[in-house]
């Protein structure tokens, strides 16, 4: 079964429209370069689509009625909305998901120390990356820091062509045999990722004066202290815009296309609604999934579960029974990239069931690894209806598994979808280089990721038990 390359026979219209996906979409991401700033940006994007609060609505008792659009941001890292349908709540959604947080650096609590000269922020990796790949390159701060008074100040440092930036150093190779004979796993230590952050002392300061300094820009620039390290999220990113990738510009390398190179077109395709459709129409992104979707903003948490109780709620449909009802006849998209197939690293490979770059969107029966341990296997009555949908709209579509047999393996957020019981499938876009600093997309597949998520809004139904 071969899947064709999904530029081929592409009329200049829909050139131009890959063209002006693919431009939104790095804006998209150049905006929202963490889950806080993605929450942000798609707040802002669903409210010019006249999207209403969901958490105002349910101070004042404002009851949903079909047609309704509304949002809800939860703790600034997880955001979901609705397009209600004519039919019940307790007849299931058309649900799509994705996640917003990245594989990155974060900087510890008590980060701020001086040595030989040098000051440094302290860090703790975030997700699975390989170490080595972050040395030597450009790096921003991105996040929060929030004051004891509850005060938050915003820090996105780097990206701007006036900004400094940050990097954590690397060993020259006239003095690095012993580095170079290490396996890539300990090339670096994950508690020697440290940031550099200055080097000119501040007159007057005898003792660390160098920190001090780094101190007074921050007291002056922020109005923080060391103290307020205590309470700040600070992730150091990759410095820099997307870019489009190649001579005949068909790719983007950016950050963090993991995973929102499926966040963005899926959103898009819910905002993108018109009028009121049968079913209720829902897009969650959510943060966390890069270490285990824990903790009260990661897709095992019951945040997803509580708002959707609340739109039940306020549609006339309030109590468990109804909600258990809402989430149980769902169907479901949870999307996350595949590992695109590159020739480089064939090996780890099996070419029949593997997604390539440009042959569109990529559906993942299941994921996991050795006898599929951990996955999510979607069934296949529900496969079947996904292929109608997507043949019907002329999706390019392809499936795939991560890897071959026992070479590794990975999971994303359908299972934890799939325990209320719903029809859930693992699907998204292909990525070369996933968890590099810079990822490889193909624009091809961004545009057709967003044409699947448009044909599922509009045309998924109740499969039946
Ligand atoms: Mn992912
Ligand atoms: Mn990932």
Known sequence: MERRNAWKGRPAQELEAIE?????????????????????????????????????????????????????CWMNKCFVAFVMGRRPMSEGMNILGAHIDSPRIDIKQNPLYEEDGFAYLDTHYYGGIKKYQWLAMPLALHGVIVKKSGETVSVALGEDEGDPVFCITDLLPHLAADQMGKSAKELIDGDALNLLVGSQPLEG???????????????????VEEEDFLSAELEAVPAGRARELGLDRSMILAY????????????????????????????????????????????????FENIVAEVCALSGEPGDLALRRALCASRMLSSDVSAGFDPAFASVFEKKNAAFLGRGVCFNKFTGSRGKSGSNDANAEFIGALRAIMDGAGVAFQTAELGRVDVGGGGTIAYMCAKYGMNVIDSGIPVLSMHA?????????????????????????????
């Open 256 to 303: 963090g296309h993991d995973d929102r190179v499926c966040a963005y077109p899926s959103l898009a395709a819910l905002l993108n609604t018109e009028g009121t459709p049968e079913y209720t129409l829902c897009c969650v992104l959510t943060d966390k999934e890069e270490i285990g979707s824990v903790g009260a903003t990661g897709m095992n948490s019951r945040f």
């Open 20 to 72: 002006a996906m693919s431009r939104d979409y790095r804006a998209y991401i150049d905006e929202g370069k963490t889950e806080r700033e993605c929450v942000k940006v798609s707040e802002r994007l669903a409210r010019a689509k006249g999207f209403d609060d969901l958490a105002a609505r349910v101070r004042e008792g404002r009851a949903l009625k079909p047609g309704d659009r509304v949002y809800r």
């Open 205 to 223: 300061e005898e003792k660390d004066a160098v920190k001090a300094r780094v101190l007074a820009v921050l007291k002056e620039k922020y109005g």
């Open 437 to 465: 600093p810079w990822e490889v997309i193909s624009k091809v597949d961004l545009y057709e990721g967003y044409r699947c998520y448009r044909a599922f809004l509009d045309g998924a139904r109740p499969v039946g038990d």
